[in-house]
């Protein structure tokens, strides 16, 4: 897609939208070589190593993903799994009602899911599920 920008969260700036909020902005030293390998960058006082460094050299030496795909992979799967329960409630609901599930269906779905999250969401009956859409 070249020239086009993907679609991100809300709340990251223009210049976080082209690189994940992760790889260095123009001028900055980058933690890869450019053969992929984490390499320090050349400055007199190296500044802490990059989030989750090892994870992307991981990634970037065992897969075909170069270093800049990698922390794009990685950076959408943290956003995805810090999602609040609150707010994937939201969401999920928003979703499933746009495709035309009646409350009744939805808060039933939603409750089925809730357990398969990263972190286990505590048991919401229907009425807090409401609670949570409609405040």
Excluded: K
Excluded at 62 to 70: C, D, F, Q, V, Y
């Amino acid at each position: 897609m070249c020239g086009s920008v993907m679609p991100v969260a809300s709340g990251i700036g223009p210049a976080d939208r082209l690189n994940g909020g992760i790889l260095p902005d123009i001028g900055q030293d980058s933690w890869f070589s450019r053969s992929g390998h984490l390499s320090s960058p050349s400055v007199s006082s190296s500044p802490p190593p990059a989030p989750h460094a090892d994870l992307l050299a991981h990634l970037a030496r065992t897969s075909a993903l170069g270093p800049r795909e990698a922390a794009r992979v990685v950076a959408e799967v943290l956003a995805y799994f810090s999602e609040t329960t609150t707010d994937y409630v939201r969401r999920r609901h928003t979703e499933l009602q746009a495709r035309g599930l009646t409350n009744e269906q939805i808060f039933s779905r939603i409750a089925e899911e809730l357990p398969g999250r990263r972190v286990v969401a505590p048991e919401l009956s229907a009425r807090q599920l409401r609670r949570i859409v409609y405040g």
